[in-house]
């Protein structure tokens, strides 16, 4: 026996194949994983709720026993701004402030999925931020936060953000994609994110009414008085 014959998995012939087969493979996978990861990304889908939805409901961050970690719940309906809206209203809403964002440059200061720098806070979980203080108080501080950062009392301390000269229409668009992209299912990022309360008032108690009991004589029978 030859010493080619005997060493047939070193040959130039054997590990060109190889290369060739381990290549095609790979191309076969990563179509798939692209196919699937758009799928996975795509608005209206399991895990990227549709805009409307979003949008016209209320957005809770709640603890999945099941998953081990925090996961958005989409709650009753919540419309932003008090106005729902239709699917394409709120597409092109949350087009608006995904473009205001990358128009001011947010990511040159702020994360969004992770990604961007890291100067100021991550901004998935900004519309579930508990500094907003009161949900119902939430929209306007936002827009108002948005259109002039600079005399807020939570702007006043540490990295600050400057005035961007965002305009109102603007600020309504970026709060409608911040509220949109905390609906997002993140496997749970931001880890031990503590989301703003949201719980809906108790009831009042309904005042007891007072009673003629009160007065044994006011059972009485008339006829007998």
Known sequence: MSQ??????????????????????????????TFDTVKQITAGGKRVPAY???LNNRI????????????????????????????AEAEALVSHGKLTTQAKNCMDCHTLLGNGAYFAPDLTKAWLDPAWGSKESREQSMVEFLMNPTDKLHNALGRRMPNLG????????????????????????????????????????????????????????????
């Open 4 to 33: 080619t014959q005997a060493l047939w998995w070193a040959s130039e012939s054997f590990w060109r194949k190889t290369a060739i087969w381990v290549t095609a493979g790979s191309f076969v996978v990563l179509i798939f994983l």
């Open 52 to 54: 409307a939805t979003a």
């Open 60 to 87: 809770d961050y709640v603890f999945d026993d099941k998953r081990n970690f925090q996961v958005p719940v989409i709650g009753p309906e919540e419309p932003l701004f008090g106005k729902k809206l239709t699917e």
């Open 166 to 225: 965002i305009t109102e229409e603007e600020a309504h668009a970026t709060v409608a994609f911040l509220k949109w992209m905390s609906s997002i299912d993140t496997n749970g990022f931001p880890a031990n994110f503590k989301p703003i309360d949201q719980a809906d008032p108790e009831p009042a108690a309904e005042p007891v009414a007072e009673t003629a009991a009160a007065d044994p004589a006011a059972d009485a029978d008339p006829a007998q008085q």
